[in-house]
């Protein structure tokens, strides 16, 4: 059982920044933070895999940064640049271990990950 719980909700002009904490009550190979608009499918914003690997959607490539502290066990997320459509409530995950597909050991591929955080808001205004 892996605990998480977020950290760094708030409200953040657009063009502006801010950081969001996740901390886990233990070690796993993947972890990542997911988003979502009420009425709207929960989308991957980031993953990060056990040996710093990091993917990132299309819409926040070059603005947030996915890092984690591995002694501490600590996942981030800096948001830079912030539009008002990254608005959601965002979510950490984490996955004890990763998939092999394609002979490739690789973090799930879809949103059905097994632990999750309990959310926190971001709201970007003009």
């Known amino acids: 059982q892996v605990e998480l719980e977020e950290s760094g909700e708030g409200s953040v002009q657009a063009g502006g920044s801010q950081r969001l904490s996740c901390a886990a009550s233990t070690y796993t190979d993947c972890m990542a933070w997911f988003r979502q608009v009420s009425g709207k499918e929960r989308e991957r914003v980031a993953t990060?895999?056990?040996?710093?690997?990091?993917n990132y959607a299309d819409a926040v490539k070059g603005r947030f940064t996915i890092s984690k502290d591995n002694v501490a066990t600590t996942l981030y997320l800096q948001m830079n640049n912030l539009k008002i459509e990254d608005t959601a409530m965002y979510y950490c995950?984490?996955?004890?271990?990763?998939?092999?597909?394609?002979?490739?050991?690789?973090?799930?591929?879809?949103?059905?990950?097994?632990?999750w955080g309990q959310g926190t808001q971001v709201t970007v205004s003009s």
């Open positions: 995950a984490a996955e004890a271990h990763m998939w092999l597909i394609n002979n490739v050991y690789t973090c799930r591929p879809n949103v059905e990950w097994d632990y």
């Open positions: 990060i895999k056990n040996d710093g690997t990091t």
